[in-house]
């Protein structure tokens, strides 16, 4: 089996970085909503236009992780729009992190992860945040592994459906010791 590879997308990536996206959502969560909401939601957030937006804006990146010439997954960060009061400018946010579940546990995720951190914190730390649906207890297990907390919650609209989200955080991480 081939190691899968990650790298950046750029704008050449945009009808891939749409695929995925649709797909990886709709693999995780179809079964929530009825099909118009689905599809009104997946054309809005994940339609051409706003991908080429997306990967043209210098505040955010997108990474694609490939396998065998395959897309399998992908993430997206940028600065942190999630409705805290604590979340100031200078805050960076994982938006959108998926792996197809044929390409998950195997290790991909943890590398795409800390690829995604290291580019948020790459002018030194910095709180950073992600919303996460209140009943993925496994990413939630994740993101606490990296040191994320809740700090809040919200509601995810997809068409006439209100998700509940969590917020989380984590608080900016400094190497300083005390003497």
Request: hydrophobic residues 40%; aromatic residues 10%; contains cysteine.
């Amino acid at each position: 089996m081939q190691e899968p590879v990650i790298r950046r997308a750029d704008v050449t990536d945009a009808r891939a970085v749409a695929q995925i996206g649709a797909r990886t959502f709709s693999e995780t969560f179809a079964h929530l909503y009825p099909p118009e909401d689905l599809a009104g939601f997946l054309a809005e957030a994940y339609g051409l236009e706003q991908t080429k937006a997306d990967l043209a804006d210098p505040k955010k990146a997108i990474w694609l992780v490939e396998t065998g010439g395959h897309v399998v997954g992908y993430a997206l960060a940028g600065p942190c729009a999630l409705p805290h009061a604590e979340v100031t400018p200078a805050c960076g946010e994982l938006k959108r992190f998926y792996l197809l579940k044929s390409s998950q546990n195997g290790g991909v995720g943890g590398r795409l992860f800390a690829e995604v951190m290291a580019w948020l914190e790459r002018d030194g730390p910095r709180d950073l945040w992600i919303g996460v649906w209140s009943e993925n207890l496994g990413a939630q297990r994740f993101y606490a592994r990296h040191g994320f907390a809740k700090v809040g919650e919200y509601g995810f609209k997809v068409g006439s459906t209100v998700d509940h989200e969590f917020i989380l955080r984590r608080v900016a991480q400094t190497n300083s010791t005390i003497a």
